[in-house]
Structures are given as C-alpha cells and as structure tokens.
C-alpha cells in the first residue's frame, strides 16, 4: 500500500508552496488508495513553536487535506512531532558511529565560510574536509574549547536514482557535496539523519516535495544504505515562486495564507493550485476530493511555477 506523507516545518504560516506540496502529496497518495501521514518537522525548536504547528494543522483541514496518522489522531509510529524523536536519531548515529564513518568537527561558522570549495546549484558550500583526519590528541585539544558538530564521511562515489517526476538525478557525495552534517554544535540533529530515520520508521513509500531537496536525496540515500532500510519513491515538485521570481519563504506575507484566508473560500484556492500544477486547465473551484479523478502527473510541469500576480 502506498503511504505519503506530508513533512511541514512549521517556523511560520504555511504559504502557498507548502500546500501546493501537501495538496500534491495527498493527490497522488489518496489517488493509489494510499494513506497519509503527517509528521511534523520541529527539529529547530527554537524556530518552530507549537502554535505554528497548530495553526498549520488547521490550514491543511480547511483545505481538507486529512492524515491518517499524525498529531491528533496519532497511530502506531507516534510521537508524530521531529523535537520528541531524538532518541531514535541517537540510535541512529551511534549505528553509524559503530560503522567508524563519523568524526567531530570543530570548524567555526567563519571557518567553513573561509575554507569552503566553491558553493554548489543549492547554494550549500561543499566541506574541504579540515576536521575529517585530526589525530585523537587535536581532538581533544579542541573539544576543550568548542563542543563539536558531528559529520559523516562521505563516499567518491556516484549516488543515482531515478526521480519518480524530475528523472534521472545523480550526484558524486564527495566531491559534490562533501561530508555533512548529523548534528550540529549545540545537539541539534540534522534534517539528513532526521528525515531518513523517520521516513523509514513509519513505513513511507513515496516521497513528494519541492525540488529545493532533489540535491538532498543522494546523502539520504546513502543514509538508508548505511543503516540497512529501504529508501521511499521520490516524487519531486517544481518550486512555486512569487511573480518576481523569487522563492516562496514563510516570512514572506504575500504568499502565506493570512492575507488569503477570509477573501477566498478553500475550493477556490485549491481550483487555482490544481491549474498551476497543469491538471486543471480551467482553475474552477474544486474540493481535494473532487480533485482527485483530474490528478495526472503527467500534467505536472518540471519547471518552477511563477505565481501570476493576479491570482485572486
Ligand atoms: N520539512 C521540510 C520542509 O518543510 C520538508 C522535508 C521533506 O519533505 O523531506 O521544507
């Protein structure tokens, strides 16, 4: 059976590219039969509060984009929110601390700047490496200072998979991406170890979201084979950008649903979600179930959308 989920991190008002990726998430796992889970991506707490996760809930019911399993109803894989799972994400690391493919690093945030290979497509620097063959004695030199982040060697080697949607995507991790980070400096686990550890936990087969974490899939994938679990299906969308191009973010008011909600009814929202995404030539109003029976991915571009300023 297909499980899809949706992996919101709630540091802010959801904006119209977080549920254009619900919306298509829940599309083609309800299409299959499938269920959906929702797990909420709080690791940054600090960034996340509660009240965001709550008011993000509420936007996906009004929208009826119902879960299967997650906060409030909960289910077998509970608890559903990143910020109570860390035990798993230890049980994870010490698996690949066992394996020796772990090492602290000390790097300052202006070291990294400074010593950083050129900067890829994603924007994110590619790790020179400094910390990876320190000698036990520097370690502890340094761990006497600075508590350290923790990072994973990375393979010369080609991670390729084929993108349920975007095709073929491949990447060699240590020259394109170097070695990453697990967890940071204050204890923080990282998204790559997060996501992994709990698509795997609670059984998802299919992974749809925006094409800002295409590049995010190989470390992932290599994740999975270090810690023995079967990867999902990745499904990955074209990003929604706003009329002048840039990316969507959820500080940016305009997007958000603040200033939408009470001037358009859900269907309407939905109805010019569904165009954008090319299945829905006419942008009617249209409930997500009634759109379910006109959902063809196939119809779906690969290219990032540019909202047309005249939305509503
Ligand atoms: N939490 C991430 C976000 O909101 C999504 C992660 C994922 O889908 O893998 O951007």
Redesign the pocket.
């Known amino acids: 059976m297909t499980v899809g ?1 949706f ?3 709630p540091s802010g008002r959801i904006h119209l590219g ?1 549920l254009f ?1 619900c919306l298509l998430a829940w599309l083609s796992a309800r299409q299959k039969g499938g269920k959906v889970v929702l797990r909420i ?1 709080d690791l940054d707490t600090a960034r996340c509060p509660a009240r965001y996760a709550e008011q993000m809930m509420e936007d996906l019911r009004w929208l009826g984009l119902d879960w299967d399993e997650g906060p409030v109803c909960g289910g077998p894989d509970a608890p559903y929110f990143q910020s109570r799972r860390s035990a798993l994400y230890q049980a994870a690391l010490e698996r690949l601390e066992d394996l020796g493919l772990i090492y602290p690093c000390f790097c300052t945030r202006a070291e990294l700047h400074a010593a950083s290979a050129p900067h890829r497509e994603d924007g994110q620097a590619v790790y020179s490496g400094t910390c990876r063959d320190l000698s036990p004695a520097q370690r502890a030199e340094r761990a006497a200072h600075r508590s350290p982040a923790l990072r994973l060697k990375t393979p010369d080697r080609v991670f390729s998979f084929v993108d349920g949607h975007m095709g073929l995507y491949e990447e060699n991790l240590a020259r394109d991406c170097g070695d990453f980070l697990l967890r940071r400096s204050d204890g923080m686990f990282a ?1 790559q170890l997060a ?1 992994v550890v709990d ?1 795997a936990a609670m059984g998802i087969t299919e ?4 094409a ?2 295409l590049s ?1 899939t190989p470390r ?1 994938l290599y994740l999975y084979q270090l810690l023995g679990l079967t990867p999902p299906a990745f499904c990955h969308i074209p990003l929604l950008l706003a009329p002048d191009g840039r990316r969507l973010s959820k500080r940016d008011a305009d997007a958000g649903l603040d200033r939408l909600q009470g001037r358009v009814t859900a269907a309407e929202l939905l109805g010019k979600l569904a165009q954008l995404a090319g299945f829905h030539p006419s942008g009617e109003p249209r409930s997500a179930a009634e759109l379910l029976s006109e959902f063809d991915w196939e119809q779906v571009p690969r290219e990032d959308i540019r909202l047309p300023g005249d939305l509503f």
């Open positions: 989920r992996a919101p991190s977080n990726c991506e998204y996501v698509d992974v749809v979201r925006g800002d974490l995010s992932q």
